[in-house]
């Protein structure tokens, strides 16, 4: 009888041992199919939801290309996409989530300097990875963040410098009511007075607000060479028909924050003579970028455009894999030091990482708006230009000093 209770209880634990090893085999192997997962947050709704929403998509197709070449590290990558709202608020708490309870690896997004900040710290504190695809202000850089779109130094100088010298140095500047656009005028104001030209107006409208009439009726008044446009999201659906209303469809209008589907559904072309000031345009000549537009038209419909933070963001998620690929690894502390020796082929030409200033070498384009919303480029930088997020005509010191003056 004893020893057939020892048997059973042999048997028994065994059997227990048997089970156990099995779940944690089981275990194991689910860890080891577990996808990678990568955040996107952007604005699906509220004003800045037209110019962000490609956005995700772009991420999406490069997400996609990845896994039909079998993934990252042999496991699959899945996008966790979260609704900013155009709100700095939510963009700090989606982040917070997103890496906190979704433990992603990496997270892709925000279009507004204001969510940028928002979720910079976030990052920071979590020693993460952003990647932010559009053209800022500059004067800033953080070892957490991989800038894809332009510095200043690529699109604001340039293009002012361009819009001046094609139009004429009496300038007037509007603006959403943030800090992007207070900060470019800044740059553009300190530009303009050292080219012994004349700013007539500076009016700021908050992000979604249809209130043009008052800044409609100044410009008029007031006939400038030229019109500086940084409003950002849906009041430019409002401003540019009321220009053309008002007889100034003939004005010119250098646009530095509205892409190709902003023109498209805000229809800037049925302003004569508008612009745009971008790295990227979808009208761009070559292969690579052919292959970028048919795809990307392939894959969410044949009418949709595609824009410069469309292209950066696609390009942020192409270079965050190379790195993953060389490191062997997606863990955020060791992708990040990789990513200051990544360089691509993109669809706008060579994505190469500057090691310095953790932002991209890009070209610098000048496009005219279409009907259609393309743009038809009419001037481009000779080479890729270097970033230089405090332009380098002042010292970090001297643009703070600046900055906080308000004014030159």
Not at 91 to 120: D, M, P, Y
Not at 143 to 164: D, E, K, L, M, S
Not at 267 to 282: I, P
Request: net charge positive; with cysteine.
């Amino acid at each position: 009888m004893k020893n057939r209770l020892k048997i059973i209880t042999v048997l028994a634990l065994t059997a227990i041992l048997i089970i156990v090893a099995l779940m944690v085999r089981r275990h194991s192997f689910v860890a080891a199919i577990a996808p990678i997962k990568i955040g996107v947050l952007h604005s699906l709704t509220g004003t800045m939801a037209v110019s962000e929403k490609p956005l995700v998509d772009a991420v999406r197709l490069a997400v996609e290309e990845i896994n039909v070449q079998g993934g990252l590290l042999g496991l699959p990558v899945e996008m966790i996409v979260a609704d900013g709202k155009s709100d700095p608020q939510v963009f700090t708490q989606e982040a917070e989530r997103l890496i906190e309870q979704e433990q992603i690896r990496v997270l892709f997004g925000c279009w507004t300097s204001a969510c940028r900040k928002a979720v910079k710290p976030v990052v920071e504190k979590h020693r993460h990875l952003l990647f932010y695809p559009v053209q800022y202000e500059g004067m800033e850089q953080s070892a957490n963040i991989i800038y894809t779109g332009a510095a200043p130094n690529q699109q604001i100088v340039p293009g002012t410098r361009w819009a001046t010298q094609e139009f004429g140095q009496r300038v007037y500047l509007v603006g959403s009511d943030y800090i992007f656009p207070r900060t470019a005028n800044i740059i553009i104001a300190d530009l303009i007075n050292a080219y012994g030209g004349q700013i007539l107006g500076e009016r700021y409208l908050p992000l979604g607000s249809s209130d043009v009439e008052a800044i409609i009726k100044d410009i008029a008044q007031k006939k400038p060479d030229v019109v500086l446009n940084t409003l950002n999201g849906d009041s430019n659906a409002v401003f540019f028909p009321a220009l053309v209303k008002a007889g100034l469809s003939d004005l010119p209008l250098v646009s530095f924050s509205v892409e190709e589907s902003g023109m498209l559904a805000w229809r800037g072309g049925q302003l004569t003579r508008h612009y745009g000031v971008w790295s990227y345009f979808q009208s761009l000549p070559g292969e690579g970028n052919h292959r970028f537009a048919t795809a990307y038209q392939a894959r969410f419909g044949a009418d949709r455009v595609i824009s410069d933070p469309a292209e950066a963001a696609y390009v942020g998620v192409k270079l965050w894999a190379q790195a993953v690929r060389d490191v062997n690894s997606s863990e955020p502390s060791r992708v990040n030091p990789a990513l200051l020796r990544q360089s691509i082929k993109s669809p706008s030409g060579i994505a190469a990482v500057d090691a310095d200033t953790r932002h991209l070498w890009k070209m610098m384009r000048v496009g005219k708006v279409r009907p259609d919303g393309q743009f038809e480029q009419v001037f481009a930088s000779g080479a890729p230009l270097r970033p230089t997020p405090w332009p380098i005509y002042r010292t970090r010191e001297g643009w703070q000093a600046l900055l906080e003056g308000g004014r030159p």
